[in-house]
C-alpha cells in the first residue's frame, strides 16, 4: 500500500477540480462576497436585506441571547401576575425606582411589548432558517453523493496502492464495505462515491425546529393557562369552578369551559416536624389524603397529594402549597342561642406557624335590646404558646403542643353587605364599635381550648372548641403546552449532541487498470472541517479493502521487479513502514474547509 496522507496546505489558485465534491457538507446558508460596484438597493432590495439578516443564523442567536437576558428582570423584580403583595411592598420601598419600572414594564415582563417583540423576532427567525435548510437537506437526501474528483490526491486524506484484483472486483469491495459501514454509496463510472454522517445536519435542524416547538408550547401555555388558589379545611371540600377559588387567573384565550370538571374532599392533613437539632421545627411529614372524582358521575376515587407530588386529573395538577390551623369557635348571644360555630381559617405568619385572621358572625344574632348587629373577632392563633412568662404571642414550634388562641372583640356593622368584595382574613373597623372590659380599654382574653370569653353587658359569648382543624392550601394549575415544552427540550438536547458529535464525511474508492496492465486503487476521503476522524477512518476502511484486494509491488525504475530472493515489505499490512501520515505541504492539496468552498 502507499502512502496515506493527511495535507493541511491551502489550495491553489488554478486548481479548481472538486466540483460537486467538494460542495458543503451542511445546509448552512453560504454568504455572498461583497461587490466593488454596489447598486442602490431601493425598497424591495432594502426588504430583502433585512430579511436575509433576520434569518441569518447569527441574529438567530442574537436573539436567543437576548430572551435570555430579557427573561432576567422577571427573576429578581417582583411580578404581578405572581405576587401583586410583593409588587405592591416594593411601591411603597422605592418611591423613584417604582415608576421607572412601570414605564419599562418590569412588573409585567412576560407580557411586556419588548420582550414579546424579541420573542416574535426570534420565532420569525428561526422559522425562516430552518425551512429552506429543510428543504435543502431534503433534496439532498433524495439525492445520491457526488462523483469522484478527477485527482483524488488533492483532497486533505488519501492512500493509492496497487494490486492484482480486477478492477470491477475492488469496486464491488468497495461498494459492499462502505454500505455495511453504514455509508449511502454507488458506483460513478471507475469509482465508488459514499457518505455519511447526514445525523449531524439532521441533529442541527432537529434542534431548531425543537426551539421553534417549545416557543409555541412557551406561548400556548401563556394564552390558556390557569391558576388558582383554594384553603380547604379538614372535612370540606372544593369543585372545579371560578366561584370556588380565594384567587383566581388566567391566560387572554382562556375560558370557563377550559376548567378541568373535577371535585374533591380533604379527609385529613397530616404534618410532622423535627423536635430537635439544628433543624427543629422542620417538616419531616406533610400530606393530605383526599378522596375526589372526576366529572359529574365520575368515580370515588383515594388520593394522596404530598409536596412537589401533585394529583393529576386530566391537563390540571392539584399542588398542596401550604398548611395551617382552623380553630373551631361557638359564639352565643345574650340568650345562649348559637349564632355561630365553624372552623375559623387563620393565615401563618413564620414557620412555626403563628397565626391571625378574624371571625366575622354576619347573620342571625342580636344585642341585648333586641336590635340586629354583627360581631367581629380579631384573632390571633399559636400552637405552642411560650407561656406568660415568654412575653410574647409567638409560636415556639409548628405542632399543637400548647395552642391559645387570642381574641379581640367588636359589635357593629362590617360593611358586608355594601357590595363590595371583602378578605375573609380582614375585618373593616370603619363602622365598628369596641367591646369595653371592666377597666374600659378593649375587650381581649388569651383562651385555650374549651374556655370561653364572655361578652360585657349580656351580649353573648365566644367558646374556642377543643376541636382544632388543619386546613391545607391548594394551587390547581392547568398549562396545556408544557408536554410540549418537556418534548421540545428533550428533542433541542439531542439535536444539539448530535450537531456537535456526529461529523459527515465523504469517501471515494478508485479503482482503474494502469499502463502496466495492473489495478491502481485510489482512496481519498473529505469532511466538513479539520478533524482526525476523517483520516483515521479512512485508514481503517483502506486497511479492511486492502485485505480483500491485496497490494503487489511497484515496478522498479527500470521496470523489472525485485529478485524473488528479496521479497518486499507489504506496505499494506498494518504496521508497515511504508504506510505514512505526513503534514508535508502539497500544492495540490486543500484542507477539507477549502474543498468545500469550491
Known amino acids: 500500500m502507499s502512502d496515506t496522507t493527511t495535507d493541511t496546505s491551502t489550495q491553489t489558485g488554478d486548481d479548481q477540480e472538486l466540483g460537486a465534491a467538494g460542495s458543503q457538507l451542511s445546509t448552512a446558508p453560504v454568504e455572498d462576497s461583497p461587490s466593488p460596484d454596489l447598486p442602490s438597493l431601493g425598497v424591495i432590495g432594502w426588504a430583502r436585506w433585512f430579511w436575509r439578516q433576520l434569518t441569518s443564523m447569527r441574529v438567530a442567536l442574537l436573539l436567543l441571547l437576548l430572551l435570555s437576558l430579557a427573561a432576567i428582570p422577571g427573576s429578581l423584580i417582583p ?9 405592591a411592598d416594593f411601591r411603597e420601598r422605592h418611591d423613584v425606582l417604582a415608576p421607572v419600572y412601570d414605564k419599562l414594564g418590569l412588573f409585567n415582563v412576560y407580557s411586556s411589548v419588548w420582550f414579546s417583540a424579541i420573542y416574535i423576532l426570534l420565532f420569525v427567525s428561526l422559522i425562516g432558517c430552518i425551512v429552506p435548510r429543510t428543504w435543502q437537506f431534503v433534496g439532498q437526501l433524495r439525492s445520491r453523493p457526488p ?13 493509492t496502492w496497487r494490486t492484482s484484483a480486477d478492477p470491477e472486483e475492488v469496486r464491488e469491495a468497495a461498494l459492499a464495505l462502505l454500505r455495511k459501514r453504514r455509508f449511502r454509496a454507488h458506483a460513478v463510472g471507475d469509482a465508488v462515491a459514499a457518505e455519511k454522517g447526514y445525523l449531524r445536519e439532521l441533529g442541527n435542524l432537529a434542534f431548531h425546529l425543537a426551539l421553534i416547538v417549545m416557543l409555541i408550547a412557551f406561548a400556548w401555555g401563556q394564552l390558556f393557562k390557569s391558576e388558582g388558589n383554594k384553603i380547604v379545611v379538614e372535612g370540606d371540600g372544593f369543585s372545579n369552578t371560578l366561584t370556588q377559588y380565594d384567587d383566581f387567573k388566567s391566560g387572554n384565550l382562556f375560558t370557563n ?10 379527609k385529613e392533613f397530616t404534618g410532622t416536624y423535627e423536635r430537635t437539632g439544628p433543624n427543629r421545627g422542620t417538616p419531616r411529614t406533610y400530606e393530605t389524603e383526599v378522596t375526589y372524582t372526576e366529572g359529574a358521575d365520575g368515580e370515588e376515587k383515594n388520593a394522596l397529594i404530598k409536596v412537589n407530588k401533585p394529583l393529576e386529573i386530566g391537563d390540571a395538577k392539584v399542588y398542596l402549597v401550604s398548611h395551617g390551623y382552623a380553630p373551631v369557635v361557638t359564639v352565643r348571644d345574650g340568650k345562649g342561642e348559637i349564632v355561630y360555630q365553624d372552623a375559623v381559617p387563620l393565615l401563618p405568619l413564620d414557620n412555626n406557624v403563628t397565626s391571625n385572621g378574624v371571625v366575622k358572625v354576619l347573620d342571625g344574632y342580636r ?12 384573632a390571633f392563633f399559636v400552637p405552642t404558646f411560650g407561656g406568660s412568662a415568654s412575653g410574647t404571642m409567638l409560636s415556639q414550634f409548628p405542632a399543637l403542643d400548647y395552642p391559645v388562641l387570642a381574641l379581640n372583640a367588636y359589635h357593629g356593622d362590617l360593611k358586608a353587605d355594601s357590595g363590595i368584595p371583602q378578605s375573609v382574613y380582614q375585618m373593616d373597623k370603619t363602622k365598628m364599635k369596641e367591646f369595653k372590659d371592666a377597666d374600659g380599654e378593649l375587650l381581649k382574653k388569651l383562651l385555650t381550648p374549651g374556655e370561653t370569653m364572655t361578652l360585657p353587658g349580656g351580649a353573648g359569648s365566644i367558646t374556642f372548641e377543643k376541636d382544632i382543624k388543619e386546613w391545607a392550601g391548594f394551587q390547581v394549575v392547568q398549562e396545556p403546552g408544557g408536554g410540549w415544552a418537556l418534548g421540545g427540550a428533550l428533542a433541542a438536547i439531542g439535536g444539539l449532541a448530535a450537531s456537535l458529535f456526529v461529523q459527515r464525511r465523504r469517501v471515494w474508492v478508485r479503482a482503474v487498470r494502469g499502463d502496466d496492465g495492473v489495478t491502481v486503487v485510489e482512496m481519498a476521503g473529505l469532511g466538513r472541517s479539520e478533524s ?16 480483500r484486494a491485496p497490494g503487489v509491488p511497484d515496478p522498479e525504475p527500470d ?3 525485485e529478485p524473488d530472493g528479496a521479497p518486499p515489505e507489504d506496505p499494506g499490512a498494518p504496521g508497515a513502514s511504508g504506510t505514512t501520515t505526513s503534514t508535508d505541504t502539497d500544492p495540490q492539496a486543500v484542507p477539507a474547509e477549502g474543498a468545500e468552498q469550491q
Not at 482526525?532 to 479493502?545: C, I, N, R, S, Y
Request: aromatic share 6%; proline share 10%.
Open 559 to 561: 521496470g523489472t521487479p
Open 367 to 378: 344585642n341585648p335590646q333586641g336590635k340586629k348587629e354583627q360581631l367581629g373577632f380579631q
Open 147 to 159: 462523483g469522484a474528483p478527477r485527482r483524488l490526491t488533492r483532497l486533505p486524506a488519501h492512500t
Open 257 to 266: 369551559d377550559d376548567l378541568e370538571p373535577f371535585s374533591f374532599d380533604v
Open 532 to 547: 482526525a476522524k476523517v483520516p483515521e477512518e479512512l485508514g481503517d476502511l483502506a486497511g479492511t479493502l486492502y485485505e
Open 79 to 87: 411580578q404581578t401576575g405572581i405576587n401583586e403583595a410583593q409588587v
